[in-house]
């Protein structure tokens, strides 16, 4: 049994009005309103997919994977448990919050707590808009996006995601990040979005390295990097992945770590079998630093 999407994000911000200000008029995404002081994002039909929490920590807090039904989450739940995870019912109070039927939760090996959820709010009477005019963000059976974490111990990881939550490895890039440092980067699947999950095993000031949106047009992606440009964000110039052959850039979120914004991935298909690189651009993405952020 095996996790069917990333459905939504939360962090920890220590600044909820600079993210409000980014989220929308840089990144595009839709002021879903405030919930217990939270700032909820939209970026399709959903209630929500990003909630920003008031927190010192600026990192992740939380990634709610979807599956089908009440049986699957049970399924998940049971194969976690016979991995040796703990697992935790959500209340009542916390259901409201997350605005789905039902959720069980745990720690992942590097302590980022995983919501494996049912029964998301769909909210089709208020259609998406962007006030950055995107044209839209590409979700539905790929999920809210990607997102890449830097963990203590990358065996116990892969194990938690691999068999715990049944996600399968798309493929591997040993990265030469200078001269000094090589990290070897796993991207892990479970839908045919290329990688829903990246792990690093590095020692990082945060757990979360970056999280991705694809968005429905290279116009899209060209309007986001103008205006990250004017505002002296870039993390890495545009440029092309080998893995996944995305277009994109990233910029310098308000909390410190990067967003990724692409359009272009290819997708995970029927013959697909795991490879390695070398490198994880074919050209681009040049280092710049960590913006103004
Ligand atoms: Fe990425």
Redesign the pocket.
């Known amino acids: 049994m095996a996790v069917k999407k990333l459905g939504y994000l939360g962090f920890g911000a220590s600044d909820i009005e600079a993210w409000r200000s980014y989220a929308t008029k840089t990144l595009g995404l839709m002021d879903a309103g405030s919930k217990r002081d939270a700032l909820l994002l939209r970026l399709d039909s959903r209630g929500w997919r990003i909630g920003v929490h008031p927190s010192p920590k600026d990192d992740i807090l939380y990634a709610g994977f979807e599956v089908e039904n009440k049986a699957d989450m049970e399924r998940v739940a049971q194969t976690l448990e016979q991995c040796g995870v703990p697992i935790q019912r959500a209340n009542p109070e916390e259901l409201a919050e997350r605005a789905v039927i039902d959720f069980v939760k745990c720690k992942d090996p590097s302590g980022v707590t995983i919501e494996i959820y049912y029964g998301a709010s769909e909210l089709y009477e208020v259609p998406f808009v962007s006030p950055a005019g995107v044209s839209g963000f590409i979700t539905e059976d790929q999920g809210l996006g ?1 997102y ?1 974490l830097s963990v203590d111990d990358l065996e116990q990881s892969l194990d938690f995601y691999i068999r715990g939550l049944g996600m399968e490895l798309s493929d591997i890039i040993d990265w030469q990040m200078n001269p000094e440092v090589k990290l070897q980067v796993n991207f892990l699947h479970c839908n045919r979005r290329h990688h829903t999950l ?1 792990l690093i095993q590095a020692p990082a000031p945060k757990r979360l390295h ?1 999280f ?1 949106l694809e968005v429905s047009s290279f116009d899209d992606v060209g309007r986001a990097y103008d205006r990250v440009i004017d505002q002296n964000q870039v993390v890495m110039t545009m440029g092309r ?1 080998t893995n996944d052959h995305m277009y ?1 850039f990233y910029g310098a979120t308000p909390s410190g770590f990067a967003v ?1 914004y692409g359009w272009g991935a290819r997708t995970i298909e029927a013959d697909w079998s795991v490879v390695r690189y070398d490198s994880i651009s074919m050209w681009g993405h040049k280092f710049m630093g960590m913006g103004a952020a």
């Open positions: 990607h890449v990246a970056h991705m992945h994109s990724e």
